[in-house]
């Protein structure tokens, strides 16, 4: 079973960058579908990105598109959420989630696909 920690979170003023992490336990990392998620208080958990296992596919928020980029890296067992241009809205608490498939080009947007989540990482923009 695929165990998950986000690391990259912190306070940044609008307009900054920050880089997510989520490093994965196991040696089939390749085997899973990855998605990040994102919860603020008095909201529903939203999707803000997704990729397949080899890269091939992924898959945007509207709110996120042309502002964040995920990416992976087998060889570490790690998933990237490169987040440029931050705003206010983006404050939340991030989740990376896994989802085992036997599927090389498919990223999955829905949270009900996936199975594995981290404890999640906080992220702070201030105006």
């Known amino acids: 079973q695929v165990q998950l920690v986000e690391s990259g979170g912190g306070l940044v003023q609008a307009g900054g960058s920050l880089r997510l992490s989520c490093a994965a336990s196991g040696p089939t990392f390749a085997f899973y579908a990855m998605g990040w998620f994102r919860q603020s208080p008095g909201k529903e958990r939203e999707f803000v990105a997704a990729?397949?296992?080899?890269?091939?596919?992924?898959s945007y928020a509207d709110s996120v598109k042309g502002r964040f980029t995920i990416s992976r890296d087998n060889a570490k067992n790690t998933v990237y959420l490169r987040m440029n241009s931050l705003k206010p809205e983006d404050t939340a608490v991030y989740y990376c989630?896994?989802?085992?498939?036997?599927?090389?080009?498919?990223?999955?947007?829905?949270?009900?696909?996936?199975?594995?989540w981290g404890q999640g990482t906080q992220v702070t923009v201030s105006s």
């Open positions: 989630a896994a989802k085992w498939t036997q599927t090389y080009g498919t990223s999955y947007g829905s949270s009900d696909a996936y199975n594995h």
């Open positions: 990729i397949s296992r080899y890269g091939s596919s992924t």
